[in-house]
């Protein structure tokens, strides 16, 4: 288990119909309905997709962040979770930048701590310790016997000005800053984040890998759904497929 990793991004829905259709399009097994969402006046959905994970998150009242979230800006990728092997050094880091946090937990197997998206941008950010690392209660009790192959390499961002948000993204996460022409990135061992010009600040792109991509758009075509470039539109969110094995 790597000591810091992408483990779980988040899609904010309108409708619960919105959990088959992800499910049946990427072959996933049943979802893990988190009752303490509730807090946030949500309804959730989390798929396990090797050790992680994607989750789908619909408002049921209108006091809810990610109502908000959807009135303003229409469904789209909402947050993304980070594994790390100190949560300590990051919340030590988080506030020495001045960066606000707006929830933590400390509990015997998993501490989080999610930043305020105001001081970030792009998406809400969740840095997470889970005890032992290879658990994530998140995922549920029974995540292990639900779980498909497959994984989360990374994402993408737009911004208006995409050098500075990937800054700020780099400072809170601890990690390399780095370019590629006109593309900023952000790397770990076993994955990247890229920030891109576009007109708002947004989670834009899931970068996944699945046994049969082909199949998957094949599901997706046929659910009505977009598909170009490799990738599937699904409630504001390009997902991007590569194969598992490629």
């Known amino acids: 288990m790597n000591s810091f990793r992408l483990r779980q991004l988040v899609v904010a829905c309108e409708t619960q119909s919105s959990y088959a259709v992800l ?8 979802p893990f309905h988190d009752p303490g969402v509730s807090e946030f006046g949500l309804h959730n959905a989390v798929f396990a ?11 049921v009242n209108d006091n809810a962040p990610a109502k908000r979230f959807i009135d303003r800006s229409g469904e789209g990728g909402y947050m993304a979770i980070f594994q790390t092997a100190n949560i300590a050094a990051a919340r030590n880091r988080i506030d020495g930048l001045g960066i606000r946090s707006v929830w933590n937990i400390d509990l015997d197997d998993i501490a989080a701590t999610h930043l305020h998206p105001a001081d970030l941008g792009g998406a809400i950010v969740s840095i997470d310790q889970a005890e032992p690392p290879e658990s994530w209660r998140w995922g549920g009790k029974d995540w292990q016997n639900q779980s498909v192959p497959g994984s989360i390499r990374g994402a993408s961002f737009t911004s208006p000005d995409p050098e500075t948000l990937s800054r700020k993204w780099a400072a809170a996460l601890g990690l390399e800053h780095s370019r590629t022409g006109s593309e900023f990135q952000l790397r770990w061992d076993a994955g ?8 708002a600040d947004k989670l834009k792109q ?41």
Do not use: C
């Not at 990247?192 to 007109?199: A, D, M, Y």
């Open 49 to 59: 997709l090797g050790d992680q994970f994607l989750e789908i998150v619909v408002p």
């Open 206 to 246: 899931f970068h996944l890998t699945t046994p049969d991509p082909e199949q998957n758009f094949k599901r997706a075509e046929e659910a009505g759904l977009a598909v170009e470039n490799d990738a599937v539109q699904f409630a504001g969110v390009s997902l991007k497929l590569a194969s598992l094995d490629g």
């Open 192 to 199: 990247n984040l890229t920030f891109v010009e576009g007109e």
């Open 23 to 30: 499910q049946d399009i990427l072959g996933l097994g049943e």
